[in-house]
Structure formats: structure tokens, C-alpha cells
């Protein structure tokens, strides 16, 4: 069974320049997670769905990021105008309906100059 | 909100010691999952375990519900047991800063 998915696996941009984060879960899994884990911190969850739906954004910096999967597949992480603060890798997690398991893709790398 | 506070911060161990990794969190669980993450790398589940003791050849996780603690025992350590330790509660993972241990040959 192929695991969590992303890409690109590194992205490197200047400030105020826009990039995506591509995430397939695992097949059959309804949630997946996002989260953001700068250098030598543990990950912070920035948004998750259940299905096509948004369960929590609270953590979502609403004014330049965004994310969306709706199809309750695959799903799209999107920085508007990246700040140098944004450098940090990105992390998309699945798991089965009504189990707290989650299985973690590998990551995408992204530093922002 | 829940914070989780996971010590030592680092551990340098000489190959063959054992090391104990705790966890702690400010409010009640109602999930535990233990990770290893290399620099650089992405996270690789150790264990789930919400409860109890689960062990794995050298790795032992041990879950006290009621405390609000869970603990990682690693035994025999050996040099490719290095890099980051993580624990992650409740159903959306609040994860603490790290264990960060280095197993010198």
C-alpha cells in the first residue's frame, strides 16, 4: 500500500512569491492534516479536513495561506506572497475514519530568501 | 490549550546505554503516537498508543492515562538510533519540541 504522498519535496523562492504544496494521502483514509515544523520545533497543525470539509483552519494564517481538497482526495496547500518567516517544512498527514492514527508524508522542504 | 513538554531536551548516549524519553501533557489525552524524524526527515511512526505499555524489539512505550505522561524506553541504544524524538497528543497531534539524541559508536 503506497503511503502519504507530497511535492515538491524542496521549494526555494523570494519574499513575496506565491507556491503550492501537493498532498495524496493514503487511499481510503477520509482525513488529512497539514502542518508546519520550522528547524528544530515540533510540527504545529495549520488545518485539517475530514472528507472535502474543513474541520479546523483556526491555525491557518487566513490572510496568505489557504488550502482546499475538494474532492476529499488529494489536497493543495497554497502560500500567497511567502515571507522569510514561512521557511520551515510542510507535512501532510492521513488517517482512517475514526481512528487517531495519522501516517506522515515526506515533507516539503521550503525556504523563502 | 494543550501544551506538551517532552524531556531531555538531547541525550548524548554511548552505544549500548539505554535511554528513557518522557512526555507530558498539560491536559487529558485522548491519543498518543510516538515518532522518530532524522534532520531533514519525515515522520516515522513508532508507536500509537493511547494507553497501556506496547513494545517493539528495543522500543518500549508506556502510557499512563490518569498521570497524562507517556514515556519511550529504548534499550541497547545503538548509532543509527539517532536523531529526533517526537510525541504527539490528542486527535489533532499537538506535538512537543523534541528529544533530539545522539548514540556515539
Known amino acids: 500500500e503506497a503511503g502519504v504522498t507530497q511535492s515538491p519535496r524542496y521549494a526555494v523562492l523570494q519574499e513575496g512569491q506565491a507556491v503550492s504544496f501537493w498532498c495524496d494521502p493514503i487511499?481510503?483514509?477520509?482525513?488529512l492534516y497539514w502542518y508546519q515544523q520550522p528547524r528544530d520545533q515540533g510540527p504545529q497543525l495549520l488545518v485539517y479536513?475530514?472528507?472535502?470539509?474543513?474541520?479546523?483552519n483556526s491555525q491557518l494564517p487566513s490572510d496568505r495561506f489557504s488550502a482546499v481538497r475538494p474532492k476529499g482526495t488529494n489536497s493543495t496547500l497554497k502560500i500567497q506572497s511567502a515571507k522569510q518567516g514561512d521557511t520551515a517544512t510542510y507535512l501532510c498527514?492521513?488517517?482512517?475514519?475514526?481512528?487517531?492514527?495519522?501516517?506522515f508524508g515526506p515533507g516539503t522542504r521550503l525556504t523563502v530568501l | 490549550g494543550q501544551q506538551v513538554q517532552q524531556s531531555p531536551a538531547s541525550l548524548v548516549l554511548q552505544e549500548g546505554e539505554n535511554a528513557e524519553l518522557q512526555c507530558n501533557f498539560s491536559?487529558?489525552?485522548?491519543?498518543m503516537q510516538w515518532f522518530y524524524q532524522r534532520p531533514g526527515g519525515s515522520l516515522v511512526s513508532l508507536f500509537y498508543?493511547?494507553?497501556g505499555t506496547k513494545q517493539s524489539g528495543r522500543l518500549t512505550s508506556t502510557t499512563v492515562i490518569k498521570e497524562r505522561r507517556s514515556s519511550l524506553h529504548i534499550s541497547s541504544s545503538q548509532t543509527t538510533d539517532s536523531g529526533t524524538y517526537l510525541c504527539?497528543?490528542?486527535?489533532?497531534?499537538?506535538f512537543g519540541s523534541g528529544t533530539q539524541l545522539t548514540v556515539m559508536p
Open positions: 487511499s481510503g483514509h477520509d482525513t
Open positions: 491536559t487529558s489525552l485522548n491519543s
Open positions: 479536513f475530514r472528507d472535502e470539509a474543513v474541520i479546523d
Open positions: 498508543n493511547p494507553s
Open positions: 504527539g497528543g490528542s486527535w489533532q497531534l499537538i
Open positions: 498527514a492521513s488517517s482512517l475514519q475514526g481512528r487517531a492514527e495519522q501516517f
